[in-house]
């Protein structure tokens, strides 16, 4: 790299970290409005420049719902050294923002006490395009990831039962970023259907099994999940996560819907 376009890099990245690009904000911040945080500033528009025209090209399916709240317990069936852990809850919150995309919000806590938010914006609740983690006993957020490319993507088969899988391919790093980019993969094979009232007797419709691998940059499987095609909604949620530290269990104990 020559030094002049270090320098244009430089300053690049300088107006970039100015404007709040990157989205490194002080969590005091973010904790005074979760939600006005969330649905400014991980907008559809928020999307790396071509990605989200990929993806509406070979799914420009819309959602009907505007809004899914749903309260959920994970349950612990594998724990390091056979401990016991805290009693977690989640609060995962889907926004439609039109065509096959929702903003997400996934608030956390740990007996009782608030622990961690993820935000983000993703393709039906299954991808996420662009994301951000707040610690709340820290100082500042970390900063903000997004997909800058993909690879390869195979949209879901919401419409019908659905066999074969699901290969996406992306380029993952922060919005600054222009090399050295992570190359990560989701690998989903489509399982059994049933009601999706099993998960939450709220829900309508069916959901199908998706089981999933999720690969780092080096193609390496890093963690299982399975998750649900939720076919009324359109969208997915989280049923099962393994991961080499933990197996955990997400029970659906309420959701409202609008």
Same mark, same amino acid.
């Given at each position: 790299?020559?030094?002049? @376009? =270090?320098?244009? $890099?430089?300053?690049?990245?300088? %107006?970039?970290? /100015?404007?709040?690009?990157?989205?490194?904000?002080?969590?005091?911040?973010?904790e005074?409005?979760k939600l006005?945080?969330l649905?400014?500033?991980?907008?559809?528009?928020?999307v790396s420049?071509g990605?989200?025209a990929?993806?509406?090209?070979?799914d420009?399916?819309?959602?009907?719902f505007?809004?899914?709240?749903l309260?959920v317990?994970?349950?612990?069936?594998?724990?390091?050294?056979?401990?016991t852990?805290?009693?977690?809850?989640?609060s995962?919150?889907?926004?439609?923002?039109?065509g096959?995309?929702?903003?997400?919000?996934?608030?956390?806590?740990?007996?009782?006490?608030?622990?961690?938010?993820?935000?983000?914006?993703?393709?039906?609740?299954?991808l996420? @395009? =662009?994301?951000? $983690?707040v610690?709340v006993?820290? %100082?500042?957020? /970390?900063?903000?990831?997004?997909?800058?490319?993909l690879?390869?993507?195979?949209?879901?088969?919401v419409?019908?039962?659905?066999a074969?899988?699901i290969?996406?391919?992306?380029?993952?790093?922060?919005?600054?970023?222009?090399a050295?980019?992570?190359t990560?993969?989701i690998?989903?094979?489509?399982?059994?259907?049933y009601?999706?009232?099993?998960?939450?007797?709220k829900l309508?419709?069916e959901?199908?099994?998706?089981?999933c691998?999720?690969?780092?940059n080096?193609?390496?499987?890093q963690?299982r999940?399975?998750?649900?095609?939720?076919?009324y909604y359109g969208?997915?949620?989280l049923?099962?996560?393994?991961?080499?530290?933990?197996?955990?269990?997400?029970?659906?104990?309420?959701?409202?819907?609008?």
């Amino acid at each position: 790299m020559t030094t002049r @376009l =270090r320098r244009r $890099t430089a300053l690049a990245a300088l %107006t970039l970290l /100015s404007a709040g690009c990157v989205g490194v904000v002080p969590v005091k911040n973010v904790e005074s409005d979760k939600l006005g945080y969330l649905t400014k500033t991980f907008t559809l528009q928020s999307v790396s420049g071509g990605v989200a025209a990929d993806i509406k090209a070979r799914d420009a399916g819309t959602l009907p719902f505007q809004k899914i709240v749903l309260s959920v317990t994970p349950q612990f069936e594998v724990v390091p050294g056979g401990g016991t852990p805290p009693t977690f809850h989640s609060s995962w919150t889907l926004i439609n923002v039109g065509g096959p995309y929702v903003q997400m919000l996934d608030e956390q806590t740990s007996n009782g006490v608030e622990t961690r938010q993820d935000y983000g914006i993703s393709y039906r609740n299954l991808l996420t @395009l =662009r994301g951000q $983690t707040v610690q709340v006993n820290r %100082t500042d957020s /970390s900063m903000v990831m997004e997909v800058r490319g993909l690879q390869s993507f195979t949209p879901l088969a919401v419409a019908g039962p659905a066999a074969g899988g699901i290969d996406i391919r992306y380029q993952w790093g922060n919005p600054i970023q222009l090399a050295n980019l992570a190359t990560l993969g989701i690998r989903c094979g489509y399982g059994a259907r049933y009601a999706a009232s099993r998960l939450n007797p709220k829900l309508l419709g069916e959901a199908q099994e998706l089981n999933c691998e999720y690969t780092n940059n080096n193609g390496i499987v890093q963690d299982r999940a399975v998750r649900a095609l939720l076919t009324y909604y359109g969208v997915t949620v989280l049923v099962r996560k393994q991961t080499a530290t933990a197996t955990v269990n997400f029970k659906i104990d309420d959701a409202t819907i609008s």
